[in-house]
Structures are given as C-alpha cells and as structure tokens.
Nanobody, 111 residues
Framework: QVQLVESGGGLVQPGGSLKLSCTAS????????ARWFRQAPGKHREFVAI???????QYRGSVEGRFTISRDNSKNTVYLEMNNLKPEDTAVYYC?????WGQGTQVTVSS
C-alpha cells in the first residue's frame, strides 16, 4: 500500500494561484502514473489531471491551460500548479498513485 501525503491547499481569491504537492512512499513512483482528482461538496469525485511515467500529461477540459501537473521522481512527489483559480475549482483535492489515495487537501476559491 502506498502512503500519500498532500499539502498546499488553502483559501485564495478568484484569479489567484496555489501549488499542491503529493509525496508518495513507494519505490515504484518513477515507473507509476500519478493522478489528481477533486471532490466538491455534494458532487462525485472527478478526474483533474494525470502525468504518466514518461511525462505525458492529460487534463480535464475545464482546467486545461490553467493547471499544470508535474513530477519530481527524485522526491517521489507530484505537483499540481493551479493558476487563474475560479470559485468552481473549490473542492478537496486528492492525489492517487498505484490505486491508493491521499487524505486530500482543501482548496477554497472565494472573495
């Protein structure tokens, strides 16, 4: 089982930025895909972004051009840089590696 620890959430005004981090305990991190999901109150968890072991990335349409997923294999860490945040981005953000999940970090976008 992979232990995942997320950080970086918080309260930000619309148009602001945050950078989330997720550190994994597995030695297989460098050969694994890493994903970010989010869950807003009263809604299902939804896919946000993926970065594969070869560095290829994919995003959900509503965040493309605003969010950037990246990884540092030397630190077993995946990042989600979020720019031009909107109130509809408010959610608990979770990372996932090899089928395991972190505890989530709250992102609130509000004036």
């Amino acid at each position: 089982q992979v232990q995942l620890v997320e950080s970086g959430g918080g309260l930000v005004q619309p148009g602001g930025s945050l950078k989330l981090s997720c550190t994994a305990s597995t030695s297989l991190f460098s050969v694994s895909s890493a994903r970010w999901f989010r869950q807003a109150p009263g809604k299902h968890r939804e896919f946000v972004a993926i970065i594969k072991d070869d560095g290829n990335t994919q995003y959900r349409g509503s965040v493309e051009g605003r969010f950037t997923i990246s990884r540092d294999n030397s630190k077993n860490t995946v990042y989600l840089e979020m720019n031009n945040l909107k109130p509809e981005d408010t959610a608990v953000y979770y990372c996932s590696v090899r089928g395991d999940w972190g505890q989530g970090t709250q992102v609130t976008v509000s004036s």
